[in-house]
């Protein structure tokens, strides 16, 4: 049968207010239907009206306009249609909440052009997709749920269901999917605005002069597009991204550059936290970042470097720096995911800064800066970076093995200020440069450290060694050094806790620790040169041990107190603490130094420590025998040494040898008990003439040995007389031993 055609047109005006017009020819051997069309002035508005009761949304304005060619084509039972050369404009578009007159999206205009669309081939052509100037607003509600997504996802699901209810005709090519390529998008001047209101103050995120330009964008299998996106994050910071994109598989190959991102923008999520404030800093980032999706297992790569600069950090309580940071910069990182790896080149932190203080109630601003705060309520809901930070964790497949070459530190520097003791004890750190080398997660690694600094621009520190990053307690290796610690400026502390300001004095330590498999070996060998205790101090708080003697005790002839004290023990023992273990042994060392100070002496010219404490005389006498005189020079020969000690002498007689020796009676002679109590001073027996005339007697006697002692310590050994006390005479009732006496006692000057 001959073909036959007619031509048609129509026209006319919609409910809408738009104007609509179809013409063309139609044949009906075969079937076929072509022409073009055009619709212009189509109101959105008024559309809307017909649905407004199904939608939570309100469109207030915007017009629509089409214009295009079309064919139909119906054969042996197939419909076929084309659309060709196809224009679709939007302009003024605007949707807000129903009842609200805040403009959630406004579209100023919007234009895909050149369309080609077969619906048997199932392809969609587009030439190019052009947007100027929009505009979207949108928050986190309180109860977690994204504005935008609760007004319109919903709706449109209520939608699908509807059609879901009505029967459909089968796809007419079930077996492919619509391809649609776009060759052009270009977005200019685009902006955003999103708030997280789950937060007591809501936080806030402006997206302005967004600027999106894709080539070939296509869905297609194994498509890729060219795509370059360029936006700004609150007027400062900006975001830069190009690269290839696909969406079959989904795949990203970007460079990406984040320059200047303002921390003070994530100050809200710090509110709910701890209570610092973000006064300053900028996160700033350079790298490639790889996406490939995969059935569950997605793959994600970055490779590049990361900046914080300029932190400022505040107390929030008490406003002032507490933590300030000029740059920390990680370079060359390699982020994957499948498998999970993080490693960096380097990690470099210049010139960060602390202040760490103490009030006057002991609280600490570390501590209390940092302590959790009060939350508002979120009605259990996540916050957006909650929500973020919960998709990318969902990424990660077991743990994270982590190495990082080199990690340095340069120019650190922190107060401390410790108010709760009075006067308020200041000192300043300063590390010049810290490396640790060989930082990783490997069970066996072992990473080298070194630390040089200063306290107080005088004492220097040197920290060096080995050490197990995953497990510090499964092997460490540490020397420590410091020199030349002035001792005067902490003298707040001696005064409260030991009883005794500080004139003067210089520490210095040098520990060594080896830690391995939880067994601790250590050596602390601590040297204080030119210790002079000041003024004591009544203190509650001050111990009662003997400090002043044993600190005399202790310094040697150069004014320096040398002490060594190890540590072992295993770090599993519950009982075990290194800090304890050196206190306790310091705490004996100056007990043992008060209760008994002889006895710290370990031997001076063949003579130990307990037997210098006594000077033997023969019974009667009070001259110097050889031994003593030996005796005495080594007394002399250690008060030398001991400059800060001063010696006291106690003469002796003894009732029954010297008084025997004295009166001519026999030493095994007792005379009979006195009757005397006011002269029977020690309970003696005796008369109470007699007894007043021996004890006359012997006390001479004991004087008389004192002061041979004293003489002989002054004139031949050459101590200073003001180093010498006398003490009272001792009358003694022994019936042992073959010597009299004169007993030695030291104290500190």
């Keep these: 049968m001959k073909e036959r055609q007619g031509v048609y047109k129509f026209a006319g005006v919609g409910s809408s207010g738009g104007q609509y017009q179809l013409e063309g020819q139609v044949s009906v051997n075969p079937v076929r239907v072509q022409g073009s069309y055009s619709a212009t002035g189509i109101n959105l508005g008024q559309i809307w009206q017909h649905i407004k009761d199904q939608v939570s949304f309100q469109i207030t304005d915007g017009t629509l306009g089409a214009f295009g060619n079309y ?6 039972g197939t419909l076929n249609a084309k659309l060709q050369n196809g224009d679709f404009e939007l302009k003024d578009f605007q949707l807000t909440e129903k009842g609200d007159a805040t403009v959630l999206i406004s579209v100023p205009s919007l234009a895909v052009k050149g369309v080609d669309a077969d619906l048997k081939s199932k392809e969609i052509m587009i030439d190019q997709v052009n947007s100027a100037d929009a505009r979207i607003l949108s928050w986190l509600t309180p109860d977690g749920t994204f504005k935008l997504q609760s007004l319109l996802l919903p709706d449109l699901q209520k939608l699908s269901d509807n059609e879901k209810s009505e029967p459909r005709e089968p796809d007419a090519f079930p077996s492919r999917p619509w391809y649609i390529t776009v060759k052009k998008v270009a977005l200019t001047g685009w902006g955003a605005s999103i708030e997280d209101r789950t937060l007591p103050n809501p936080a806030q995120f402006t997206f302005s002069d967004i600027t999106l330009t894709i080539d070939k964008l296509s869905n297609k299998k194994n498509a890729q597009a060219e795509a370059t996106l360029a936006l700004r994050i609150n007027q400062a910071g900006t975001v830069r991204m190009n690269g290839a994109t696909g969406i079959d598989p989904l795949m990203a190959d970007l460079s990406v550059a984040l320059d200047k991102i303002a921390l003070k923008s994530f100050q809200a999520y710090l509110d709910t936290a701890v209570n610092a404030q973000i006064d300053s800093g900028t996160i700033s980032s350079k790298g490639r970042i790889l996406y490939q999706g995969k059935a569950g297992t997605p793959q994600i790569r970055f490779k590049g470097e990361l900046s914080l600069d300029g932190l ?41 800064y602390a202040r760490v203080t103490i009030d006057q109630n002991g609280t600490v601003n570390v501590v209390q800066t940092f302590s959790p705060v009060k939350k508002g309520d979120q009605n259990g809901k996540e916050n ?6 919960g998709i990318l964790i969902a990424q990660f497949k077991g743990p994270m093995p982590l190495k990082v070459d ?90 409260k806790y030991v009883g005794y300001k500080i004139d003067q004095g210089k520490l210095q330590l040098k520990l060594t620790y080896l830690v391995d498999k939880d067994t601790i070996d250590g050596k602390n060998r601590i040297v ?13 708080n001050a111990t009662n041990l003997p400090v002043a003697l044993g600190v005399a005790l202790l310094k040697g002839a150069d004014g320096r107190i040398t002490l060594e004290v190890p540590v072992a023990g295993s770090i599993k023992n519950p009982q075990f603490n290194i800090g304890n273990a050196i206190k306790d042994s310091l705490t004996k060392t100056i007990h043992d130094a008060g209760s008994s100070p002889f ?14 404490r006594f000077v033997e005389f023969e019974s009667g006498l009070s001259e110097l025998n050889p031994r003593s005189i030996k005796k005495l020079n080594a007394v002399a020969k250690f008060l030398k040494e001991k400059t800060a000690l001063q010696l006291g002498i106690q003469g002796a007689a003894d009732r029954q040898r010297d ?3 004295i009166s001519g009676k026999q030493t095994n002679e007792v005379r009979p008990p006195s009757t005397d109590k006011t002269l029977n001073k020690d309970g003696m027996a005796g008369s109470a003439e007699e007894q007043v005339i021996d004890d006359k007697q012997l006390e001479q006697l004991a004087r008389m040995r004192a002061n041979q002692v004293k003489a ?6 050459k101590v200073s007389a003001k180093r010498i006390q006398l003490k009272p005479a001792k009358i003694t009732d022994s019936t042992k031993g073959d010597f009299g006496l004169a007993e030695l006692s030291l104290s500190a000057q």
């Design 312 to 352: 400022g950090l505040n107390d929030r309580l008490k406003p002032q720096d507490f933590v300030t940071l000029e740059q920390l910069k990680t370079s060359g990182i390699e982020l994957d995911l499948l498998p999970n790896r993080l490693q960096s080149a380097e990690v470099l932190i210049n010139k960060p």
């Design 406 to 495: 080199l990690a340095q530190l340069n120019n650190f520097s922190a107060d401390f200020v410790d108010g709760s003791i009075a006067p308020n004890y200041t000192t300043r750190l300063d590390i010049s440069k810290g490396t640790v080398k060989g930082l990783s997660s490997e069970p066996s690694a072992q990473a080298d450290f070194k630390i040089d600094g200063t306290i107080d621009q005088s004492a220097t520190i040197q920290i060096a060694g080995q050490m197990n990053p995953l497990n510090v307690l499964q092997y460490t290796q540490v020397d420590f050094a410091l020199n030349d610690f002035d001792l005067k400026p902490v003298s707040p502390y001696s005064g």
């Design 599 to 612: 006895s710290t002496i370990s031997e001076v010219d063949g003579f130990k420590g307990e037997e210098l």
């Design 528 to 540: 204080i040169d030119q210790l002079t205790l000041g003024e004591k101090v009544d203190s509650p």
């Design 384 to 389: 957006l970076l909650q929500r973020l930070a």
């Design 71 to 76: 064919s139909l084509e119906f054969t042996d």
């Design 659 to 661: 008084w025997a020796r």
């Design 712 to 717: 002989y310590l002054t004139q031949q050994g």
